[in-house]
């Protein structure tokens, strides 16, 4: 649209005798006026040029090409001619944005950035962006939608730059990145807001998103050395911060989660299932849970509940071919073969060439007399699972390594434990915008 405008507008240049006072603006009749083409013509008609013709072309030229060598004269043009020009056009551009013309309230917006620089008006054109953002989310169009955020928040960082710590824009800021799960920015920006910000229900709500993106980040942290330490095979360290950290923390699931990896690998099984059956307490669902549960259950000698578990860690990744080699093998090492040739199935579905997979398919072979046939490719839909969505499962630690091992029949040292941890994964943290709580 921007492109559009600015092409339909010519220029004219009034005769001497025209010149006119506006108040105390006076009409310099060397610089050209400019004024908006009909769709359609080429030419300007004497009856089409009207101060509102004009003006309207001067408010387009302010929104768009505000680096033009004439801004300032017909700034103060649209001024002189229309002296609540600037209340004017924010209630145009808020009833415009209601309507849905988006790009015409954007343009008013600009307009009113442009003549009047104030952080009020630099909120109210990122408000905009946020809005058409959200509508494009709502439409699932992914383009558009990061388009908007993109232009909504260098918006507001222009604005900071242009204003200083100005504190609706730095208020805007926090919650605008907290949204975006840019969290170490957001306590930045909201720490600022706080020195300069009055006191009052805005200042409260935002001292308490302040205050959950501290726990978070405090979190993270602590739960992060946790697992660093877990992955160098320190359990006994690892289990000395996060039991510090549960004791203040006690219904973040992350924390127990990785203290059942931690008594499960020193191979206090209740105690691990006990941690386990906590983080589903606390709300909590997802493979690796299940999966860690389905190993305690194996190792305290119930293997049909381990079965289960790992029944219901497929539902949350159905792609995982740990999980399904593994419950394949509990099948086949039962005897029960039927159920063990479908998760075979299933799992050289993924990985054709696997060797623990070609060791099962040649043991149920001998065992049964069946073979298996040529793979069969079925197409499905996968349902996204946020908690997973980067797991690889060649690092996970499906807890039956040694019994793999004696069905490959292979003399070779036992592999170090290995696991892959998702805690920070964290696809169901949100965090809520207050971009809109004061207009």
């Keep these: 649209m921007k492109e559009k ?20 603006f006076k009409l310099d009749t060397t610089i050209p006026l400019p004024i908006e083409l009909p769709l359609g013509q080429k030419e300007i ?10 003006v309207a072309a001067m408010l387009t030229i302010i929104a768009y090409r505000n680096e033009d060598k004439h801004f300032e004269y017909y700034k103060n043009f649209v001024l002189a001619a229309q002296p609540t020009a600037i209340e004017e056009l924010n209630v145009a551009a808020i009833a415009k944005q209601q309507q849905k013309d988006y790009e015409f309230s954007e343009e008013l917006f600009l307009a009113v950035y442009h003549m009047l620089p104030q952080a009020a008006s630099c909120i109210n054109l990122a408000m905009l962006y946020s809005f058409r953002a959200k509508e ?62 009055i006191e009052g229900e805005k200042k409260q709500k935002l001292k308490k998103l302040l205050k959950d993106i501290q726990f978070q980040v405090d979190s993270d942290t602590q ?25 203040k923390n006690p219904k973040v699931w992350q924390g127990h989660f990785i ?14 299932e006990e941690s386990l059956l906590e983080c589903l307490k606390l709300g909590e669902k997802n493979a690796e849970i299940y999966n860690e549960l389905s190993i305690c259950a194996l190792e305290k000698g119930d293997k049909e509940l381990a079965k289960n578990y790992l029944d219901i860690a497929i539902e949350f990744d159905e792609e995982n071919l740990t999980y399904l080699s593994n419950l394949a093998y509990l099948y086949l090492t039962d005897k029960q073969f039927d159920e063990a040739k479908e998760w075979i199935e299933k799992a050289r579905k993924l990985a054709p060439e696997d060797k623990q997979i070609l060791d099962m398919m040649e043991y149920y072979s001998e065992e049964t007399g069946e073979s298996f046939g ?29 019994e793999l091992e004696e069905l490959e029949n292979e003399d070779d040292d036992e592999e170090d434990e290995e696991h892959h ?14 971009c809109h709580d004061d207009k």
């Design 5 to 24: 405008k600015l092409e339909h507008i010519v220029y004219i240049n009034l005769p001497e005798k025209f010149a006119q006072s506006f108040g105390d």
């Design 45 to 54: 008609d004497p009856d089409q040029v009207t101060i509102e013709a004009i």
């Design 136 to 197: 494009a989310q709502s439409e699932k169009n992914e383009k558009v939608t990061d388009f908007f955020l993109e232009k909504a928040l260098h918006t507001l960082e222009e604005g900071l730059e242009k204003f200083g710590e100005d504190e609706q824009i730095l208020a805007e800021l926090g919650s605008y990145e907290a949204f975006l799960g840019n969290i170490e920015l957001a306590q930045e920006y909201l720490e600022r807001y706080m020195k300069v910000g």
């Design 223 to 247: 739960i992060k050395q946790a697992y660093d330490f877990m992955m160098l095979q320190e359990e006994e360290k690892a289990l000395e911060i996060i039991n510090k950290f549960l004791v």
């Design 259 to 272: 203290k059942a990896w931690a008594l499960r690998t020193k191979k206090e099984y209740d105690k691990a």
């Design 374 to 402: 040529p793979i069969i490719q079925e197409e499905y839909v996968k349902t996204p699972d946020p908690q997973n969505k980067d797991k690889k499962e060649d690092e996970e630690d499906d807890g039956y390594e040694e």
């Design 421 to 434: 941890c998702h805690c920070h994964d964290d696809g169901d943290d949100e965090h809520h915008c207050h």
